[in-house]
């Protein structure tokens, strides 16, 4: 191998392993060839009512989460843009009331306005955006 080769193979070695390392480090979620998604889901629910959230895909579970009146709870992931298979389904619980719904799915991500979709609960049901789309149960 000659020696012009060698260095060319070492420097671009040093240069993945640098790029690997730069986003190795950073705290900001990246994807790789696929769209960045973040789903929002704000309480907007009257008279003090905590809205009780679990959220899950087929690989992540997100917890049970409690979100106060008039703050919101987050997630942010990579697409699976090659089979389309992204889906997130969640449940809703205030009080008496409750609601499954599909959070996301890859399909209708052109529903989501610049990769960000907004859903919120509401006393008399679950908006995305500002259209009702489901009752509570």
Known sequence: MTCIKLRTIVLFLFVISNLLHAFAIDDKKRCFLTPKVTVHV????????QLLLHCSS??????IQTV??????RWTFCTDSVWHSTLYNCE?????????????EEARREFCINNQC??????????FFETKYYNWE
């Open 58 to 63: 087929r690989n992540d579970d997100l917890g």
């Open 118 to 127: 907004y859903w919120s609960a509401r006393d008399d049901g679950i908006y």
């Open 68 to 73: 106060p009146v008039n703050y919101e709870f």
């Open 42 to 49: 704000a309480n907007f629910l009257s008279q003090s009512s």
């Open 92 to 104: 809703f619980r205030t009080g008496q009331k409750r609601k499954n719904i599909i959070a996301y």
